[in-house]
Structures are given as structure tokens and as C-alpha cells.
């Protein structure tokens, strides 16, 4: 299990979105996020979730 954390820009890139997009997500709640003090971070394999649950599946 990875516990590795992504800040906004890390997220952003692995995304391959801006960081506004990404922060409009984060307002809207569209994308699950940790909150630690003022930082945002979030966790690798949810962002691996995430990705999977918005795949397109063509057969």
C-alpha cells in the first residue's frame, strides 16, 4: 500500500489538469482530498481511484 501524499502542483501534473481546475474540484468536492492545517494533499491511490472511476469503457 502506498501512503505517498501530492500537494496541489504534484496532483495537477499527475492529472495532467491545471492547479485552478484542480482547486475548482477541491471547492466542489468532486475529487476526495485530505486536509491537513491549510494544505491540501492528496493520497496516491485515490487519486488512482479516481481516475479508474471516471474511465470510459467502449465495449
Do not use: C, D, P
Not at 15 to 20: K, M, W
Not at 25 to 50: D, N, P, Y
Request: positive net charge; glycine residues 2%; hydrophobic residues 40%.
Amino acid at each position: 500500500m502506498n501512503n505517498a501524499l501530492f500537494n496541489i502542483q504534484e496532483t495537477a501534473s499527475y492529472l495532467r489538469i491545471s492547479t485552478s481546475t484542480l482547486y475548482r474540484w477541491v471547492h466542489q468536492k468532486k475529487i476526495k482530498f485530505v486536509k491537513i492545517g491549510s494544505r491540501v494533499l492528496f493520497a496516491q491511490e485515490t487519486l488512482e481511484e479516481f481516475i479508474k472511476s471516471k474511465t470510459v469503457n467502449t465495449e
